[in-house]
Structures are given as C-alpha cells and as structure tokens.
C-alpha cells in the first residue's frame, strides 16, 4: 500500500467551478500534513497547511481527518491559473512523504 | 533573497559516467533536503543534512549515490557509475528548523542514456 494515496486525475472543470481532491495515508504516526502545487516542469510549492480544525485561504479549504487518516483540499471558483498538480504530503520528523499528485486542468 | 538554487538544469550522460548536482539552501537554512522524483512516480525522500551533517539518509538507494555539505552550505549529490533507472528529476530543498518550511529548488533534470 503507498504512503499517500492520490486520484491521479485529470479533473478537467470549467472555471467558476467547484472541486475537491481527497487524499489517504498509511501512516498513523505522521504529524504534519500539508498541500503543494506543481506547475509543470516546476519545482513544488507549498499552498497550504492542514488542521484537524480544518483551515480555509481564500478560495482554498483544506481539512483533516486523523481517525479517518484522510485529507481533503477544496478549490471553490477555480481559476484558469489553478491548473496544475496537487500533492498531498504528510510528515513524521522532517522529511516529506509525497502523494503522486492530482492534476487539474481548468478551461474557459 | 534568493531561493534555493540547483546546477545544472539539465544533464544527460551515459550509462557508466559520473555526474555531480549542486545545491544552494537559502542562506541560513541549516537544514537541506534531497529529493528525487523518478518518471511516473511520486516524489521521494533521499537524505536530509543539518549544517553539515547526515541527519537521515534512509532514502539513498544504494552506495552509488554519495551527498556531501562541506561547511554546512551548499550540498552535492554525486552518481557513481549512473544507471538508467537514475534517470528523474533530483528536487533539494531546505527549511530554517527541521520542523519549518521546505522551499524547494527548480530541480536538476537528469538523464542516463
């Protein structure tokens, strides 16, 4: 079973639209969890981290489920500039253990 | 200020050669990270330094990899002899705490024919 588990996609949404990635991993113990977009041939970027409490930046809403060992990421009126790669990445110590991403792709 | 930086971009070699990647943390960031992310597959852990040491390198694929941060500033990443499943691209990172923020660096595309 992989560490973190992604929907590869493409989801290919209109823009103004809604959409949700979800994402699951295996290890319990993991600590911190966060989302990160990849623009193609582009080096990831941190979009947000992710709380139990849940936690919104503008159009972004991420939350957190540890019972449940899930993690969603909401995008509410997508823009064309959304399109790229989502990675769900989950921490012990330090180091990052990456999902393989789910593309997004968002058209006129 | 500038992030962190990796050289070269791009390199293509052949099976059985030496190729040597190079990363600059941002400055003052003690903790430097390898990752390398391999076609069709999900980025991954290769070691992390603290200034100038080891931390973990739980992610090195075998001895033909060797990482070295002389002086706990910038990092190489040497392949010795190349394989053709070392193709990918190699991402180094590096935060302020272990704990903190990883910025990541454009990454070095390399290429084993």
């Known amino acids: 079973r992989k560490e973190v588990e992604q929907d590869p996609g493409p989801f290919n949404v209109p823009e103004g639209a809604t959409v949700a990635f979800n994402c699951t991993y295996s290890n319990s113990a993991s600590q911190s969890f966060f989302w990160y977009r990849q623009d193609c041939r582009k080096e990831p970027k941190l979009l947000m981290s992710?709380?139990?409490s849940g936690n919104e930046d503008g159009r972004f809403t991420a939350q957190l489920n540890r019972a449940s060992q899930y993690i969603s990421l909401l995008i509410r009126d997508s823009k064309l500039s959304d399109s790229a790669t989502y990675l769900c990445?989950?921490?012990?110590?330090?180091?990052?253990?990456f999902g393989k991403g789910t593309m997004l792709l968002v058209s006129p | 200020e500038a992030g962190v930086t990796q050289f070269p971009s791009h390199s293509v070699i052949e099976k059985g050669q030496t190729v040597t990647l190079r990363c600059d943390p941002i400055s003052g960031h003690d903790n430097l990270y390898w990752y390398r992310r391999v076609m069709g597959k999900e980025i991954k852990f290769l070691l992390h330094?603290?200034?100038?040491?080891?931390?973990?390198e739980s992610g090195m694929p075998n001895n033909r990899f060797l990482a070295e941060r002389t002086g706990g500033t910038y990092s190489t990443l040497k392949v010795q002899p190349a394989e053709l499943e070392d193709s990918g691209v190699y991402f180094c990172?590096?935060?302020?705490?272990?704990?903190?923020?990883?910025?990541f660096g454009p990454g070095t595309r390399l290429t084993v024919l």
């Open positions: 992710v709380y139990s």
């Open positions: 990445v989950v921490t012990g110590y330090s180091t990052l253990t």
């Open positions: 990172a590096s935060s302020q705490g272990t704990k903190g923020e990883q910025f």
């Open positions: 330094f603290v200034k100038e040491s080891k931390q973990d």
